[in-house]
């Protein structure tokens, strides 16, 4: 069925090779090729995450606080592989959606670590449901031992043979 002149135009999906465009060596860069497959399943994901405008970053620092209440800023920043400041305006943002509080460190005035909130707890569950379900679809076209064999593949790039 045409769509209608007032109904919005999709938004095109990510395309990494766009025909009759010479490449050259970048199809032969390991790193050109994980960022490439990055944002094409982060497409997936943002759309897949839009009901509760969860973001990887939200969701990875969700999933690290639910499993590690009383969790400092500064651990989370390390984890995440970003600036403190960059935690900072994380956190904020998941406060100010409901999703996570800040709590006292007692016996340290200046410190104080993290928890999700009730809120945070319920709807973590609906998220991470919706990630899993995204994950599949992005993985749909790789058999189970290629799945394993890529992460594995992936974990050593990033030097974290796990």
Do not use: C
């Given at each position: 069925m045409p769509r209608?002149?007032?109904e919005p135009v999709p938004p095109a999906h990510f395309n990494p090779h766009v025909p009759g465009i010479d490449y050259g060596v970048l199809d032969k860069l390991v790193?050109?090729?994980i960022r490439?497959?990055?944002i094409a399943l982060n497409e997936i994901f943002i759309?897949?995450?839009a009901p509760w405008n969860i973001t990887p970053p939200r969701f990875s620092a969700m999933t690290i606080i639910s499993l590690n209440r009383g969790l400092k800023l500064t651990q989370l920043a390390q984890v995440l592989g970003i600036a403190r400041s960059g935690a900072v305006m994380l956190v904020d943002a998941l406060e100010d959606m409901g999703y996570v509080e800040r709590l006292d460190q007692p016996g340290d005035g200046r410190a104080w670590g993290l928890a999700l909130t009730r809120k945070g707890q319920k709807d973590l569950v609906q998220i991470t449901q919706a990630v899993m379900d995204?994950?599949?679809l992005a993985a749909q076209h790789l058999s189970a031992e290629e799945q394993a064999w890529l992460l594995k593949i992936l974990l050593k790039v990033a030097h974290d043979e796990g």
């Amino acid at each position: 069925m045409p769509r209608k002149k007032s109904e919005p135009v999709p938004p095109a999906h990510f395309n990494p090779h766009v025909p009759g465009i010479d490449y050259g060596v970048l199809d032969k860069l390991v790193g050109y090729g994980i960022r490439r497959a990055q944002i094409a399943l982060n497409e997936i994901f943002i759309e897949a995450l839009a009901p509760w405008n969860i973001t990887p970053p939200r969701f990875s620092a969700m999933t690290i606080i639910s499993l590690n209440r009383g969790l400092k800023l500064t651990q989370l920043a390390q984890v995440l592989g970003i600036a403190r400041s960059g935690a900072v305006m994380l956190v904020d943002a998941l406060e100010d959606m409901g999703y996570v509080e800040r709590l006292d460190q007692p016996g340290d005035g200046r410190a104080w670590g993290l928890a999700l909130t009730r809120k945070g707890q319920k709807d973590l569950v609906q998220i991470t449901q919706a990630v899993m379900d995204q994950d599949r679809l992005a993985a749909q076209h790789l058999s189970a031992e290629e799945q394993a064999w890529l992460l594995k593949i992936l974990l050593k790039v990033a030097h974290d043979e796990g």
